[in-house]
């Protein structure tokens, strides 16, 4: 991947000069990333919820705008104009977002996924390429110490050929009734695609099919048609088989867990708990329930992905996750749906 935006310019700069689109959940997480990155300058917080977003701009001492284009005004008059943009908005909002903050030349982090369509993905790579900037997407497991370290496994050959993996991705705290009955966002393209990248990644293969089954957990969303829980099933070209369970509903807790099984072993990413604490007595063990959610389960390696986004900034570090990695992501989560729909396999 080319790496862009004067390079040669921001290699003698200590710090990247920042700004962050959105201030709801993913926007805390990364303000809070980026004012504690000495290599970052925060330069402002950007949200068309002026109010709600005013706690967070307080917090953190930096200027709050309404738009983006109100931002990038105000800070092109001072000497020192934005290196970067991290867009932290719904879906919907990141393709007008990625275009305006590429026509002003800002490197661009959007959350994921770039977008809801592999094409219109595709096409903002194009976008960004064509302005010289890079378009990095968050994919936070890649800056997972776990799911590293189960990377490296299976990529050392310490489980031999791996021939199955199994994931479960279990939300919690479960959704309120209310955001499930009025569709709430499909738990196909809203919960699998981490995982989907992740285990492209893992191994360094692509999907050749993928069959999904979905369910509902009562009466009143299956008439409803809403499906709270899926399985998916895809097969990769070397013939490994994968299945990822997504859930609404993980009452215990944050439950993340993949497991990949080879010819030699198996190579595994656990829970992790809300603390190590364990009580033994006559009815049992009794040990605290898992992480509460992702700002918990993830917080080092969102933090990560923002020092990583300053490397990029800074020293023009290529981001890991490609334009081919968000496109496929993209086309499997698509045939999911599909194949849900149909009851049939898709072959990609
Ligand atoms: N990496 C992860 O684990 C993870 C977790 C949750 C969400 N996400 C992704 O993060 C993105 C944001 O999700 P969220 O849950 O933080 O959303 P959210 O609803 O909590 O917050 C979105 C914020 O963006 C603001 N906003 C909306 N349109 C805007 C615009 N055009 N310009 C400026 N501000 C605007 C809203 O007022 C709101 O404050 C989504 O793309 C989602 O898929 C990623």
Not at 6 to 33: D, E, F, N, W
Not at 166 to 173: A, E, L, T, V
Not at 232 to 241: A, C, D, V
Not at 313 to 337: F, M, N, S
Request: charged share 20%.
């Amino acid at each position: 991947m080319t790496t862009f935006r004067s390079t040669s310019m921001l290699l003698r700069q200590a710090q990247a000069r920042v700004l962050v689109v959105g201030s709801g959940r993913m926007g805390h997480i990364r303000t809070k990333a980026l004012y504690g990155n000495p290599r970052i300058q925060l330069c402002g917080i950007v949200d068309t919820n002026i109010e709600q977003a005013k706690s967070l701009s307080e917090l953190y001492r930096t200027p709050l705008f309404a738009s983006l284009e109100e931002a990038i005004s105000s800070t092109a008059t001072t000497q020192l104009p934005l290196d970067g943009v991290v867009i932290s908005t719904p879906t919907p909002t990141h393709e007008s977002l990625i275009i305006e903050a590429a026509q002003n030349n800002l490197s661009i982090f959007t959350e994921k996924p770039v977008d809801e369509t592999a094409h219109n993905t595709s096409s903002l790579f194009q976008t960004c390429n064509n302005q010289n900037v890079n378009l990095c997407c968050g994919y936070q497991r890649r800056f997972d110490s776990s799911y590293q370290a189960l990377f490296h496994q299976v990529n050392s050959g310490a489980i031999g050929t791996p021939l199955a993996a199994s994931i479960f991705f279990g939300d919690h705290p479960v959704p309120s009734r209310q955001f499930l009955l009025q569709g709430g966002a499909n738990i196909i393209s809203d919960c699998s695609a981490h995982d989907v990248d992740f285990i492209r990644w893992v191994l360094q293969d692509e999907v050749v099919s993928v069959y999904a089954v979905g369910t509902s957990s009562d009466d009143e969303l299956r008439e409803k048609n809403v499906i709270d829980n899926a399985t998916m099933l895809l097969k990769f070209s070397r013939g490994t088989n994968v299945t990822l369970t997504l859930s609404r509903g993980a009452n215990y807790g944050y439950d993340q867990r993949c497991e990949v099984f080879g010819t030699e072993g198996m190579a595994t990413v656990n829970n992790i708990a809300e603390n190590s604490s364990e009580l033994a007595n006559e009815s049992g063990l009794h040990r605290p329930k898992w992480q509460h959610s992702f700002p918990q389960r993830f917080e080092a390696a969102f933090a990560q992905e923002m020092d990583a986004f300053a490397d990029t900034l800074l020293g023009g570090t290529p981001w890991p996750i490609k334009e081919e990695d968000c496109v496929e992501v993209q086309r499997v989560c698509d045939a999911a749906l599909e194949s849900c729909e149909t009851s049939q396999v898709v072959h990609l």
